[in-house]
T-cell receptor, first 116, second 115 residues
Framework: AQKVTQAQTEISVVEKEDVTLDCVYETRDTTYYLFWYKQPPSGELVFLIRRNSFDEQNEISGRYSWNFQKSTSSFNFTITASQVVDSAVYFC?????????????FGRGTQLTVWP | EAGVAQSPRYKIIEKRQSVAFWCNPISGHATLYWYQQILGQGPKLLIQ????????DSQLPKDRFSAERLKGVDSTLKIQPAKLEDSAVYLC?????????????FGAGTRLSVL
């Protein structure tokens, strides 16, 4: 079974602080995909990144970076120098390979609030 | 490029009434998904279409929920009759079947309140 755990329900930081959102996953598939989505107050889920299980390279995109570690089944997301516009709910999600490819299993999300 | 369109944005009904939601996916996206997001939780897949065929509806409460995707483009999700626990945001997503297959792009959702 696929499972995603986001243990942090809410995080509050002050602008310009760095913040890391944790994601731990469970799967028996050898091929799988991990995602992060952002959900601002408008409600639309915005795609941020996809990683496949064979690519453990960390990725950086501007102020965003992702750390994928298969040894700990984690896919953590760091925002550097946070800004008020980063305030949103962030979801980590997992998609298995094979017949379940396509279905996303989401964590419960982490509400990030960035104060000016 | 236009995103996933959903309507209405909000709907308030009484229990036992019927309701329908509409989704228009990104042009060219063969795969369409409906998710239910209950307050404080992550979205949960209800049904997945590939063109106009159902790929996965294992999580759809078929006694009251139905969905169709005629002609493989637009889709409607219906609840009949609604229960209080159906209060949630219903999200539609689509993905391209050939390229970057399982990156799903979401609409803004329909927020349903059942009184």
């Amino acid at each position: 079974a696929q499972k995603v755990t986001q243990a942090q329900t809410e995080i509050s930081v002050v602008e310009k602080e760095d913040v890391t959102l944790d994601c731990v996953y469970e799967t028996r598939d050898t091929t799988y995909y991990l995602f992060w989505y952002k959900q601002p107050p408008s409600g639309e889920l915005v795609f941020l990144i996809r990683r496949n299980s064979f690519d453990e390279q960390n990725e950086i995109s501007g102020r965003y970076s992702w750390n994928f570690q298969k040894s700990t089944s984690s896919f953590n997301f760091t925002i550097t120098a946070s800004q008020v516009v980063d305030s949103a709910v962030y979801f980590c999600a997992l998609s298995g390979g094979g017949s379940t490819l396509g279905r996303l299993y989401f964590g419960r999300g982490t509400q990030l609030t960035v104060w000016p | 490029e236009a995103g996933v369109a959903q309507s209405p944005r909000y709907k308030i009904i009484e229990k036992r009434q019927s309701v329908a939601f509409w989704c228009n996916p990104i042009s060219g996206h063969a795969t369409l998904y409906w998710y239910q997001q209950i307050l404080g939780q992550g979205p949960k897949l209800l049904i997945q279409f590939q063109n106009n065929g159902v790929v996965d509806d294992s999580q759809l409460p078929k006694d009251r929920f139905s969905a169709e995707r005629l002609k493989g483009v637009d889709s409607t999700l219906k609840i009949q009759p609604a229960k209080l626990e159906d209060s949630a945001v219903y999200l539609c997503a689509s993905s391209h079947s050939q390229e970057r297959k399982n990156i799903q792009y979401f609409g803004a959702g329909t927020r349903l309140s059942v009184l």
